[in-house]
């Protein structure tokens, strides 16, 4: 039980830094894709 509740929110905050290093890096894409244009 007390491992489950300090693995919640690491899960959680792997899950957002997963998400937010796939945006930025989908928008790093797209403006390097840009410029190459």
């Known amino acids: 039980m007390g491992k489950q509740r300090v693995y919640?929110?690491?899960l959680f905050?792997?899950?957002?830094?997963a998400v937010v290093?796939?945006?930025?890096?989908r928008l790093l894409m797209l403006m390097g894709?840009?410029?190459?244009?």
Do not use: E
């Open 8 to 10: 919640r929110p690491l």
């Open 13 to 17: 905050f792997a899950l957002s830094a």
């Open 21 to 25: 290093g796939v945006s930025v890096h």
């Open 33 to 37: 894709f840009c410029s190459l244009k």
